[in-house]
């Protein structure tokens, strides 16, 4: 189980961190993912192997977000840095058990197994 906290209502270039805290960690994760979705579309936002040594970002959120890893919490975080009103969106975190030849293979919904229920950001210009 994935849940999601730290979400909340920011003005134009404020920061916000989320936490996406696993209830059980299994020896099978590879990777956790951070998606946001408005209305029906569900975008890849960032990934990181559960390692910690690889992530990966889409272009939009580069220099302004970062995703990290707690193993020993089996926690990750999404520190988001200078938001904007188009970074508004339902935040997800998510688990991988599927090996992947390299870690942007994750950008991708359908490469994930576990979802959390999701946290609302809002940024008010």
């Known amino acids: 189980q994935l849940v999601e906290s730290g979400g909340g209502l920011v003005q134009a270039g404020g920061s916000l961190r989320l936490s996406c805290a696993a209830s059980r960690h299994t020896s099978s994760t590879l990777a956790m993912g951070w998606f946001r979705q408005v209305s029906k579309n569900r975008e890849f936002v960032a990934a990181i192997?559960?390692?910690?040594?690889?992530?990966y970002y889409t272009d939009s959120v580069k220099g302004r977000f970062i995703t990290s890893l707690d193993s020993a919490k089996n926690t990750v975080y999404l520190q988001m840095h200078n938001l904007q009103p188009e970074d508004t969106a339902v935040y997800y975190c998510?688990?991988?058990?599927?090996?992947?030849?390299?870690?942007?293979?994750?950008?991708?919904?359908?490469?994930?197994?576990?979802w959390g229920q999701g946290t609302q950001v809002t940024v008010s210009s």
């Open positions: 998510a688990a991988s058990t599927l090996p992947k030849p390299s870690i942007s293979y994750y950008a991708t919904t359908a490469h994930y197994n576990f």
């Open positions: 192997t559960w390692t910690g040594s690889n992530t």
